[in-house]
């Protein structure tokens, strides 16, 4: 099955959760696959120590699989996987080590034989008759350019496709939601802090789930019970919202927590935010960073100062680089809009599950939560992944074709996982039945050829 390195046929841009999903199904499905990543180590942010969401509905039935699957396997080897824990509002994060996750991706790709291409930075593409021809990149030894017959954008930003001249939107930057730099604290005395949320439930977001039938005093016992912190502490707590008032910590709608890993007692923390800024935007996204450890650091003391179980923490890591929540929204064959989410709608060309509620972080102490009905899933169509005007290209993970709203659902790093195993895994279908056109293929032959490599796209809620 795994694909011996000649010249690339498959090209994967971008290395986050997406694009590893991608390159591992395009190398299971036989095609042989150059990964292209600006950063000098692959993940994105599926290495920056979040929680992965999305990958389990409001129920608790699982929704991703296949090379999601075998990363998770990777961390569970490395003493790096905590696993599903549910936050007793709307979502299930599953909880793993950043440290294991960044050698579980690495192993992954290596076995499949998956050519990295590090620190190389896509700056232009020749399009000819609708098709990508080659790719250009700024390396360290300087420029290069790669040719192949299939491209999957998993760039977040949509980089490949927006060169390539695809449709895009992307709010102004006034209106997109903040960037963030995410931090891990060891150290962190967990029966503390747990009795801390069982006595103090209304210090916490809880209870928000539709399919919960339990009061806030009722979900923080479950929590206590579960032994480990997968809650956000609310603004409008009194805690974090007299830190907020006197300026001790900059205004956020919670301090969003969960484990990170057991034996350092580590717990990730995401409590920081800039809004204004176009993450396009080098020059405005690099000034973010000295505002952004700031914060990090007075987040650090705060808790250190104000939050039982946190007395005897250090700052241990933050994220590789500064969060970018949302930029630009390909314009595809299909746009995934925000019926198919609210209301968990089915299509008979679904190629992946997505179920996290519509989450739009806005400005200061401001974010949008709507569930999807029923704490259940929807079906994201092949033609999401389908950029218009271009036929040898596919998009998945944040930048597929989708409403700002369905965006706001679909971002979450489980379902890049799984439109990324859809995407890779069309393009080497592309490559092995000799299709130009991702439009050529049969979606039910690619929905069955996904389910039998582990995606679950029926069965569930
Ligand atoms: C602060 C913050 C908190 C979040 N919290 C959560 C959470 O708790 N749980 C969750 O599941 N999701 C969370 N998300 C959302 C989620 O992390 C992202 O939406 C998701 O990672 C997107 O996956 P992706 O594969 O599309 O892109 P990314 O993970 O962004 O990966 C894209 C990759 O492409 C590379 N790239 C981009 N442009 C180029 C180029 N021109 N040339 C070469 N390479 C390029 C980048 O370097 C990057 O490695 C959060 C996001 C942020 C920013």
């Known amino acids: ?22 390159a591992c199904a395009a190398a299971d499905n036989g095609a042989n696959v150059t990964l292209v990543e600006a ?3 692959p993940g994105g942010e599926l290495v920056s120590g979040l929680p992965v969401d999305g990958c389990l509905n409001a129920r608790g039935e699982w929704l991703v699989g296949g090379p999601a699957h075998a990363l998770f396997e990777g961390c569970k080897r490395r003493g790096g996987y905590i696993g599903p824990l549910f936050d007793w509002r709307l979502n299930w994060g599953v909880c793993i080590d950043p440290v294991a996750m960044r050698r579980a991706i690495v192993e992954e790709l290596a076995r499949r034989r998956v050519r990295l291409m590090l620190s190389s930075i896509l700056h232009d593409t020749a399009v000819r008759d609708g098709r990508i021809t080659t790719v250009d990149l700024t390396q360290r030894q300087g420029r290069a350019q790669l040719a192949a017959d299939v491209f999957v954008d998993a760039s977040g930003d949509g980089a490949l496709a927006m060169l390539a001249g695809a449709e895009y939107e992307q709010p102004e930057a006034s209106a997109l939601q903040p960037v963030s730099l995410t931090f891990r604290v060891g150290n962190v005395d967990m029966p503390t802090l747990m009795k801390f949320i069982r006595d103090y439930p209304e210090e916490f977001m809880l209870a928000e789930s539709p399919v919960i039938d339990k009061s806030p005093a009722e979900c923080a016992r479950a929590l206590y019970d579960a032994g480990l912190p997968f809650v956000p502490l609310s603004a409008k707590g009194r805690v974090l919202g007299k830190a907020i008032a006197s300026g001790a910590v900059a205004p956020c709608t919670a301090v969003f927590m969960w484990p990170t890993s057991l034996t350092r007692r580590e717990v990730g923390l995401n409590m920081t935010r ?22 990090v650091e007075k987040g650090a003391a705060f808790l250190k100062a104000s939050v039982p179980g946190f007395a005897d923490a250090v700052l241990a890591d933050a994220a590789y680089s500064v969060g970018v929540r949302e930029t630009r929204r390909i314009r595809g064959e299909t746009v995934l809009n925000d019926a198919t989410v609210r209301e968990a709608l089915r299509h008979a060309d679904g190629i992946a599950r997505g179920t996290h509620h519509i989450d739009i972080h806005g400005a200061g102490t401001a974010q949008t939560r709507i569930p999807v009905r029923g704490g259940g ?3 994201i169509p092949f033609g999401c992944l389908i950029p218009c005007g271009l036929r040898n290209l596919l998009v998945a993970g944040r930048c597929l074709s989708s409403t700002r709203a369905a965006n706001g659902s679909c971002r979450v790093m489980g379902t890049c996982l799984a439109t990324g195993q859809a995407a890779g895994t069309a393009a080497a279908m592309l490559v092995g039945e000799g299709f130009s056109d991702p439009r050529q293929l049969d979606v039910s032959v690619l929905r069955a050829r996904l389910t039998a490599q582990g995606a679950v796209l029926d069965g569930v809620a």
């Open 39 to 41: 950063s000098p180590f």
């Open 1 to 22: 099955m795994h694909a011996v390195n000649r010249s690339p046929e498959v090209i994967i841009l971008g290395s986050g959760p997406a694009g590893v999903a991608a």
């Open 274 to 295: 800039l809004a204004g800024i176009d993450g396009t935007d080098n020059a405005a996204w690099s000034a973010t960073l000295p505002e952004l450890v700031r914060q």
């Open 377 to 379: 899933s929807y079906d």
